[in-house]
């Protein structure tokens, strides 16, 4: 039974409320990206097979110019890479694409995982190769970093890279790569001089069906996310493919994840603001004790607070990502609170909003089932919320013992 109480009415996307937070071309955008959930919707609902749909979803949000917004037009300052993307516009478009389907969020999102660092440290040859199709949505990428044994510590990474001639040979496992199953290259990090710890980590840019590649759709997660493993065994990469110089690839994949992080608070946000739209309506047209539940007291705390903790995510995102667009020179702090107060405040949200639908919220096909499902996730990837306490702690102790020190 598919529930499709809210949907109808697309995502209440809006910039008017924070105005004073986006520019005009933000109104533009959301309403774009309206549009593009209506499209979406319709895609979902098609049957297409999870491969099919996902290569197909990717492709939609190409042609509506989404993926775009991963390769500023301005270009990007190589001596801060993170700056020059349009961060707003990202959290937008995935507050507005969580709304409607966890599925087609990720896969948006990690196809800027996947595109990002090529923009930011690719040579031109690597652009003018590989940015034009991952841009159109005609082809899908993915971001290699976590192996069986490295994912908190992502630095301990075993897989290595070993000098083959004029090209390289990859070998290590990696595992939890989003996309893999349909991606038509993945970057994937790699150290080419164990020796020198995480100095050696190198980002390499290897294509489906690499020699030596093979990729596993061994994750069942318990929400629809396309997701696999790789295998890399001997894999076969050109010195062209290389991202960057041999040992930059730690700095290629902590400056993409502090460029992304924030827009998975505004994944956070879009699907927290889908649970309480859905519990709004069901508690004004359900009845029990001869009138609507929404009546009840208790029932208007859970909404009251579902509705304060959404304001306060969204406008955490939103801080931390306009702070970036205005060219703060960096948000670690700001992205660390905005992750982990986002999804954690949503799966409360959600859960609140479950509740609030009795026995219906636990049906299979019901809107605040899927987002009970989907939003667990977002806590773990990216940096868990322990790791982001690590981060914020950790810097508020640091700028004490400086005060101390002078
Ligand atoms: C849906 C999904 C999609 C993903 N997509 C990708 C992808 O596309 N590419 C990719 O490379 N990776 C991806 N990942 C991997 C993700 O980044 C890791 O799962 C994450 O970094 C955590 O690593 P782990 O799962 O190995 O947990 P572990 O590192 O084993 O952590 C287990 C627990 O220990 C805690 N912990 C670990 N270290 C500390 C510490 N120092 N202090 C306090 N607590 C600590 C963690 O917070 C966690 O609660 C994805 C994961 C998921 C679930």
């Known amino acids: 039974m598919i529930d499709r109480t809210v949907e109808g009415r697309g ?7 924070l105005g004073f937070l986006f520019e005009d071309r933000h109104a533009e955008l959301a309403e774009r990206v309206r549009r593009v959930v209506r499209a979406l919707l319709a895609l979902e609902a098609s049957g297409k097979g999870d491969d099919d749909l996902a290569r197909a979803t990717v492709a939609l949000l190409g042609e509506a110019g989404l993926c775009r917004l991963f390769a500023p037009e301005q270009g990007v300052d190589p001596s801060a890479p993170q700056r020059g993307v349009d961060l707003r516009a990202l959290c937008l478009v995935r507050e507005a694409l969580a709304w409607a389907s966890g599925g087609a969020d990720s896969l948006f999102a990690v196809q800027g995982l ?3 660092p090529i923009v930011a440290f690719g040579s031109e040859a690597q652009k003018a190769k590989w940015l034009p199709d991952a841009l159109a949505g005609r082809a899908v990428a993915a971001f290699g970093l976590t192996e069986p044994e490295a994912g908190t510590d992502v630095a301990s990474l075993r897989t290595v890279a070993v000098r083959d001639g004029a090209g390289w040979r990859l070998s290590g496992q990696k595992t939890f790569i989003s996309n893999a199953p349909v991606a038509d290259r993945i970057v994937v990090f790699a150290n080419a001089a164990p020796e020198r710890g995480r100095k050696g980590i190198t980002a390499f840019i290897v294509p489906r069906g690499a020699p030596g590649l093979s990729v ?6 318990v929400a629809d996310h396309s997701i696999g493993s790789l295998s890399l065994d001997g894999c076969e990469v050109s010195d062209d493919d290389r991202l960057g110089e041999v040992g930059d690839g730690f700095r290629v994949a902590m400056s993409t994840l502090d460029t992304f992080r924030v827009t998975v608070g505004a994944a956070a946000v879009g699907m927290a603001r ?4 859905e519990a709004v309506r069901r508690t004004t047209v359900r009845k029990q004790f001869g009138k609507e539940i929404a009546e009840f007291q208790q029932v208007q705390g859970y909404l009251a607070d579902s509705s304060a903790e959404l304001d306060a995510a969204r406008l955490l995102v939103l801080r931390a990502a306009r702070l970036r667009d205005f060219g703060a020179s960096s948000i670690t702090q700001e992205a660390a609170v905005a992750k982990m107060f986002a999804t954690e405040a949503a799966q409360r949200i959600i859960d609140r909003s479950l509740q ?4 219906l919220g636990v049906v299979r096909g019901v809107a605040v089932e899927r ?3 989907e939003i667990r996730a977002l806590r773990i990837y990216e940096g868990t919320t322990e790791i982001q306490r690590v981060v914020i702690a950790s810097r508020l102790i640091a700028t004490e013992k400086q005060r101390g020190d002078s």
Request: glycine share 14%; proline share 7%; net charge negative.
């Open 371 to 373: 987002l009970y499902r």
């Open 11 to 17: 995502p209440g996307l809006s910039t008017d409320d």
């Open 274 to 277: 889908r649970a309480l739209e």
């Open 114 to 116: 996947g595109t990002w």
């Open 356 to 359: 609030l639908h009795g026995g």
């Open 216 to 221: 596993r759709a061994d994750l069942p997660l």
